[in-house]
């Protein structure tokens, strides 16, 4: 089994910035792909960024592409999810997620273990 933990998320204007860490214990964080998904209310959870369980691989939702930048540290078994530039349909509650996979996977199906998310609220 592989815990995460979200921290991190909270109140901002348009404008601001924001870092989400994830904390991850049970079994080697290395060997597993990270990704950051997030779900407004009323709609589908949908993917944010992922990256592979080297750092070398990054992807990231058209919607946040340049704003966004997913990291991890395998050392210290976290991921983080730094935020820029946050506008209000940014307003989500957010999901870290991990996947033993070694392809970078976009679909909440291709992920195998949740946080219990974070929410992060942009007001105008």
């Known amino acids: 089994q592989v815990q995460l933990v979200e921290s991190g998320g909270g109140l901002g204007q348009a404008g601001d910035s924001l870092t989400l860490s994830c904390a991850v214990s049970?079994?080697?964080?290395?060997?597993?792909?990270m990704g950051w998904f997030r779900q407004a209310p009323g709609k589908e959870r949908e993917f944010v960024a992922a990256?592979?369980?080297?750092?070398?691989?990054?992807r990231y939702a058209d919607a946040v592409k340049d704003r966004f930048t997913i990291s991890r540290d395998n050392t210290k078994n976290t991921g983080h999810l730094q935020m820029n530039s946050l506008k209000p349909e940014d307003t989500a509650v957010y999901y870290c997620a991990a996947d033993p996979g070694l392809a970078i996977m976009t679909s909440v199906a291709s992920y195998d273990y949740w946080g219990q998310g974070t929410q992060v609220t942009v007001s105008s």
């Open positions: 049970g079994r080697t964080f290395a060997n597993y792909a």
């Open positions: 990256i592979s369980w080297s750092g070398i691989s990054t």
